[in-house]
């Protein structure tokens, strides 16, 4: 079930995708997805698609992870960002993937079970460089910031202005946007020093993002 030739079989399909970014295709040829999942749906771990984790939530589908990671990323190894907040740990699977990328990786989560559930995952990982909150996602974590990159994994009607100004200039906020079960807008904002350069991806389907801990 959670085999090496089935993770081979995943990277294939997002290579034909258009995944291109080799170091995000071999995190997660390697990445034990199985783990941020329910034990009775493992068989089911690495197929390209989005699974329940409880809590109304889902686990993303591969391709939308690495898709989001490889803008998250940019073009440039050089240029790399050193430090990414996470608005929406969930699983804790993007925050693996992209942890094992970039040197500071930072993540907030509403849902306190899914935040607990995360952290033990992340720990027995040893990903050491990762630091998860129980938070309302809403207004990011502004007390490291500002951030290179920020990775948003649930939807908003609008992009919350705060998680905006926590970018450095340079820095790209990769977010969904729109209302569950209506066509939702991938979007790439960068910051510069006049204000705000906005770019469409991919259209996308993502859990509304909600305000408040719980």
């Not at 970018?167 to 990769?174: D, M, S, Y």
């Not at 991938?186 to 719980?214: H, N, Q, W, Y």
């Amino acid at each position: 079930m959670t085999s090496q030739r089935r993770r081979d079989e995943l990277v294939r399909r997002l290579r034909e995708k258009g995944v291109s970014n080799e170091s995000v295709l071999s995190v997660i040829r390697t990445m034990p997805r199985h783990l941020f999942i329910d034990e009775a749906m493992a068989n089911r771990a690495y197929e390209d698609c989005a699974l329940p984790i409880g809590h109304g939530q889902t686990i993303s589908q591969p391709y939308t992870v690495a898709r989001m990671t490889e803008t998250i990323l940019g073009s440039d190894p050089l240029q790399y960002p050193k430090k990414v907040l996470e608005v929406g740990t969930g699983s804790g699977y993007q925050a693996a993937v992209l942890a094992m990328l970039v040197p500071q990786f930072y993540s907030v989560e509403r849902i306190l079970g899914l935040h607990e559930r995360a952290q033990a995952i992340l720990r027995g990982l040893r990903l050491s460089n990762v630091r998860l909150k129980h938070s309302d996602g809403s207004w990011g974590w502004a007390a490291h910031g500002p951030y290179d990159a920020i990775i948003v994994t649930a939807a908003p009607e609008e992009v919350p202005q705060p998680l905006l100004e926590q970018l450095v200039i340079g820095g790209r906020l990769v977010i969904p946007v729109g209302n569950m079960g209506e066509a939702q807008r991938l979007l790439c904002i960068t910051r510069t020093a006049d204000g705000f350069e906005k770019k469409e991806l991919d259209l996308v389907s993502f859990v509304p993002f909600l305000k408040g801990r719980v």
